[in-house]
């Protein structure tokens, strides 16, 4: 599977983004899509996972209620939008793809196999 991530950008706090990443090649139809981010200095860090075949979506505590993650199936293509963002939601922002949309693993960065590049999201206090 080849993602790709897009919709990074400078915005000021309060304001709103939505990333969409792309996906093609041998896409997982049965599998799940995550996005997590990485801020300078720190580790990658999960944000938001969503099955294609629908159910329960996850988010990390420190953006829910803010940020919302959807897909279309059609389009093969995964989004995240971002609201109310903070000085510290900057960070570059991954999506990544996973065969085995296990609830309990979705958190997890061992449970992808494929990755985006990298969107750049600065959001200026």
């Known amino acids: 599977v080849q993602l790709q991530a897009s919709g990074g950008g400078l915005v000021q706090a309060g304001g709103s983004l939505r990333l969409s990443c792309a996906a093609s090649?041998?896409?997982?139809?049965?599998?799940?899509m995550g996005w997590f981010r990485q801020a300078p200095g720190k580790e990658r860090e999960f944000v938001a996972a969503i099955r294609w075949s629908g159910g329960p979506t996850l988010y990390a505590d420190s953006v829910k209620g803010r940020f919302t993650i959807s897909r279309d199936n059609a389009k093969n293509t995964a989004y995240l939008q971002m609201n109310s963002l903070k000085h510290e939601d900057t960070a570059v922002y991954y999506c990544?793809?996973?065969?085995?949309?296990?609830?309990?693993?979705?958190?997890?960065?061992?449970?992808?196999?494929?990755w985006g590049q990298g969107t750049l999201v600065t959001v200026s206090s």
């Open positions: 090649g041998r896409t997982f139809s049965n599998g799940v």
């Open positions: 990544a793809a996973g065969a085995r949309p296990i609830l309990s693993m979705m958190r997890l960065i061992r449970a992808y196999d494929s």
